[in-house]
């Protein structure tokens, strides 16, 4: 709430008295979020973030013309193996694969109104507005409709796992001003630097953008692990699989004695 009112009064004083920035042809933006580092620990079950912020426009006057925002929550890129199941002989094997290679870990999207309303489908390619929008780069040269397949089963995987999102028209401008909206962060994201872009449109243009980043790591007993599982992964393995024999052996003990007169 600090760092709302904060920002509310910054632009107030910003738009009485017109500084040399507002003065500008193009308005800008004042984004910032509720939250700029996330720590998961054991009890991690996911966070709400709220972005929020102001929109500077020239002179402080408010144009006739509504505006519109979109604000995007991406985490960090990595490389996915997505692959088709088919059925032979009633099993479920694994058929073609492709490799994309710089495929968001985390994608969620809010705008204030369906993103088909406020820009046109060359501007949201450019700016990857939108699940279908974005630039998964195959590794391998395929057929565009085999690779449109496969990126809508990702998309649709990492939907259903919490990780993909789109909420059109959850970004509420107040008096063309001010806005926020709200986005949930799933319990399965992974550590990193994530960005939140907030995109300016008026009449299927857009007019200002700005980013904010977040940090998501982990704290306590689970970075212990993490840090040592990267610093010694092979010691890592072997104490990971000693400790699955020894709990198999004492699940077993314990079963034997249970079944003992």
């Known amino acids: 709430m600090r760092s709302l009112l904060a920002l509310v009064l910054t632009a107030m004083l910003l738009l009485s008295g017109t500084p040399a920035s507002a003065q500008r042809d193009a308005p800008q933006l004042v984004p910032d979020v509720s939250q700029r580092t996330v720590e998961i620990q054991f009890s991690f079950t996911g966070a709400e973030l ?22 995007v929550l991406k985490g960090p890129s990595q490389a996915v193996t997505v692959r088709e199941k088919q059925q032979l002989a009633g099993i479920w094997v694994n058929a073609d694969s492709i490799d994309f290679r710089s495929a968001p870990s985390f994608y969620a999207v809010a705008s204030s109104r369906p993103i088909d309303q406020i820009v046109d489908e060359r501007t949201a390619a450019i700016y990857e507005l939108g699940l279908s929008k974005l630039q998964l780069s195959p590794a391998a040269f395929s057929d565009t409709e085999e690779i449109g397949r496969f990126a809508s089963g990702l998309n649709d995987l990492r939907a259903r796992n919490g990780l993909y999102l789109e909420a059109p028209k959850a970004v509420e401008i107040t008096e063309g001003v001010l806005y926020r909206a709200r986005l949930p962060l799933s319990a399965r994201v992974i550590t990193g630097t994530y960005t939140a872009e907030t995109f300016l449109v ?24 993490g840090v040592f599982a990267e610093e010694h992964d092979v010691l890592y393995g072997l104490v990971a699989v000693f400790s699955a024999l020894a709990m198999g052996m004492f699940a077993g003990f314990v079963a034997g004695r249970m079944k003992l007169p």
């Open 202 to 225: 008026q009449n299927g243009r857009v007019l200002a953008a700005a980013v904010r980043e977040i940090e998501v790591h982990k704290t306590g007993f689970e970075r212990g692990i």
């Open 50 to 71: 709220l972005l929020f912020g102001a929109i500077l426009y020239p002179g402080g006057r408010v144009p006739e013309d509504p505006v519109d925002i979109i604000v």
